[in-house]
């Protein structure tokens, strides 16, 4: 009888890790429709485990990358649509899975950020001044949160880059993020990684800037909070960056 509790017990926890880990991982680049390849100009992390912790710096690019680390630093000119891939591991895509690109159960934003950078393919992350280019938080009329578009779109995550920024070096920081713990701090799966881009063909913009981390607080209404009857909400972070 006692065994078979503890046994019973065992498997509703089983159940339970299995269904409040999203884990998904971006790990390649489009560029107006044209697939850079997996891993390119991609600082891929190893695992697919959540970040939690908001004032870490494996919160500005993730951590353990796949070694080497790409070297290649993606031509992206300004204006145009890119599009990130996400999938549930961080091999990318390898065959049918129903937890890919992330578990459908779990419901959060997409977003992605830009900051200029010496180089991009620079080891240091920290100190840079980031912007958001993009998010897709919840929709009230449909019930789709972005995690849902991410799913629908096969992990596909498309924005535009600004076309009035500078020219120059820059990390894309695209990141999803899971809510369905985040009734109480640390709750929230923070999911990202960052792509070594050049832009060129810009502007002469200077969007204000946040820093990583900073930017996103324990007590923030966007990382605590409780995703089941939702009426509204705000991602985490700054205004999205417009032209
Ligand atoms: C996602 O993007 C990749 C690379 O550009 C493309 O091959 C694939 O068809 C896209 N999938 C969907 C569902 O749009």
């Excluded at 992990?155 to 999803?176: H, K």
């Excluded at 050049?198 to 409780?226: C, H, L, M, Q």
Aim: hydrophobic share 35%; charged share 10%; proline share 7%.
């Amino acid at each position: 009888m006692r065994i078979k509790a503890s046994l019973a017990s065992l498997s509703a926890l089983v159940l339970l890790a299995s269904s409040v880990s999203s884990r998904t991982v971006f790990s390649a680049l489009s560029v107006n429709g044209v697939d850079q390849g997996h891993g390119v100009g991609i600082r891929v992390p190893t695992s697919n485990a959540a970040i939690t912790d908001v004032s870490s710096n494996n919160l500005i690019c993730n951590t353990n990358f796949i070694q080497p680390v790409s070297t290649a630093v993606i031509k992206v000119p300004a204006g145009s649509t890119v599009t990130a891939q996400f999938h549930h591991t961080s091999a990318g895509y390898v065959g049918p899975d129903p937890a890919d690109p992330l578990d459908p159960t779990n419901k959060g934003p997409a977003l992605a950020y830009l900051a200029a950078i010496p180089s991009a393919t620079q080891s240091t992350v920290t100190g840079l001044k980031w912007f958001k280019i993009w998010q897709d938080g919840y929709d009230a009329e449909t019930y789709q949160w972005g995690s849902d578009h991410v799913f629908i779109n096969k992990g596909n995550v498309s924005f535009t880059i600004p076309s009035c920024i500078r020219s120059g070096q820059y990390l894309l920081r695209a990141e999803s993020i899971a809510l369905q713990n985040a009734y109480t701090y640390p709750g929230a799966q923070f999911y990202m990684s960052c792509a070594q881009i050049e832009v060129t063909n810009g502007g002469t913009a200077s969007p204000p800037t946040v820093s990583f981390p900073g930017a996103y607080a324990s007590n923030d209404p966007g990382i605590i909070t409780e995703i089941y009857n939702v009426e509204s909400y705000t991602p985490p972070g700054p205004a999205v960056f417009k032209c």
